[in-house]
């Protein structure tokens, strides 16, 4: 994911307010665990969320993408940050809080791979944990049919433009994005293959039972795109 653009994710990305994001996680977890002091951020991208979260929580972050724990690693030091995937991994800790932010869950595809990580989640939550994940679109909510998508983003490197028609196949969606790169050496082109799994409202549910977890669902969550908020049965 981001294999060629992890660089310039930021610069794309930065219409996002992660410090209102990551307040809003704040103020939830008030409520919903007043007492955390620990966070595993899954699937940390960047991690911009954790600039702000580390702040008030101690942070450990995970991500697939060795250039995004390079990243994230270097803008926040004080955190440690681990490579591998959601969907198997073992860190051999557990934490109060395990977040799974901006869709990142798409990425595991499969029911069975969901329900995997999801179990993998829980193994990682301590036993008055809590789990917080925010999905990806839904096959209701999901229409890319016709649309163009464009992106464009500006750093002391350089510039980029992304451009996308997505699609549709089965249970997957299918995002190819493709990139100009613009730097003092010249313009670049390269493309990003990505599928991210379609999960209703209610295979999400289920799938969350399934890994041993009670659930409730906030249909409008962070940014929209709903939440889920998961506790150990």
């Excluded at 996002?16 to 595993?40: C, V």
């Excluded at 499969?110 to 999801?118: A, P, R, V």
């Excluded at 510039?159 to 089965?170: D, E, L, V």
Aim: charged share 25%.
């Amino acid at each position: 994911m981001f294999s060629k653009t992890a660089a310039w994710y930021d610069a794309l990305y930065s219409f996002k307010d992660y410090q209102q994001e990551s307040n809003s996680i704040i103020e939830r977890l008030k409520i919903e665990h007043p007492h955390a002091k620990t966070i595993l951020d899954i699937g940390c991208g960047t991690a911009e969320h954790d600039q702000y979260l580390s702040k008030i929580y101690r942070l450990d972050g995970l991500d697939i993408n060795p250039d995004f724990v390079e990243i994230a690693s270097k803008k926040n030091p004080t955190c440690q940050y681990f490579c591998a995937d959601m969907i198997d991994f073992n860190l051999e800790k557990t934490y109060d809080v395990v977040l799974c932010l901006f869709s990142s869950i798409g990425y595991v595809k499969t029911i069975d791979n969901l329900i995997s990580t999801l179990r993998c989640f829980k193994h990682h939550m301590n036993p008055e944990g809590i789990i917080l994940v925010e999905p990806w679109l839904t096959p209701k909510t999901w229409n890319p049919e016709g649309n163009v998508y464009l992106l464009t983003g500006e750093t002391e490197a350089g510039k980029i433009c992304r451009m996308n028609i997505s699609k549709t196949r089965g249970k997957l969606s299918i995002l190819t994005f493709h990139y100009l790169i613009g730097t003092n050496s010249g313009i670049e082109y390269v493309t990003e293959h990505h599928e991210l799994g379609l999960f209703t409202i209610e295979e999400m549910q289920d799938a969350f039972r399934q890994a041993g977890l009670s659930v409730t669902y906030d249909p409008d969550g962070l940014t929209g795109r709903g939440l889920y908020v998961a506790r150990g049965e």
